[in-house]
């Protein structure tokens, strides 16, 4: 037995004791974050002037225009993994041709 060891279980044991008294008030320092909303972030900035006009200076977004189904369609009949084309979801439906016109 070489010296020093028959001290390092009572040393593990003196600091198990100071941090079981440690954490008690550490946790009791804790409290509930009465400041923030339901959603996590505190609701000061929506109430005051500068959010107005830093949300007034946001510019729109950016929308790509969906394709035609007929597209798409061709698109899922050459590959089979592209999405199935759903008028008004993921696609602009065709265009309905008007024949109600009478030529003449």
């Given at each position: 037995?070489?010296?020093?060891d028959?001290?390092r279980?009572?040393?593990?044991?003196?600091?198990?004791g100071?941090?079981?008294l440690?954490?008690p008030v550490?946790?009791s320092?804790?409290?509930?974050?009465?400041?923030?909303?339901?959603?996590?972030?505190?609701?000061?900035?929506?109430?005051?002037a500068?959010f107005?006009?830093?949300?007034d200076g946001?510019p729109?977004?950016?929308?790509k225009?969906?394709?035609?189904?007929?597209?798409?369609q061709?698109?899922?009949?050459?590959?089979?993994?592209?999405?199935?084309p759903?008028?008004g979801v993921?696609?602009r439906?065709d265009p309905?041709?008007?024949n109600t016109?009478?030529?003449?």
């Amino acid at each position: 037995m070489m010296g020093g060891d028959h001290n390092r279980f009572g040393r593990h044991i003196r600091q198990f004791g100071r941090s079981t008294l440690i954490l008690p008030v550490l946790f009791s320092w804790c409290g509930p974050a009465l400041a923030l909303n339901w959603e996590g972030h505190d609701d000061w900035f929506h109430d005051t002037a500068p959010f107005r006009e830093f949300y007034d200076g946001i510019p729109a977004p950016k929308t790509k225009p969906m394709p035609d189904c007929s597209a798409r369609q061709a698109a899922y009949d050459k590959n089979r993994y592209e999405q199935i084309p759903l008028p008004g979801v993921n696609c602009r439906p065709d265009p309905v041709p008007d024949n109600t016109k009478v030529k003449g």
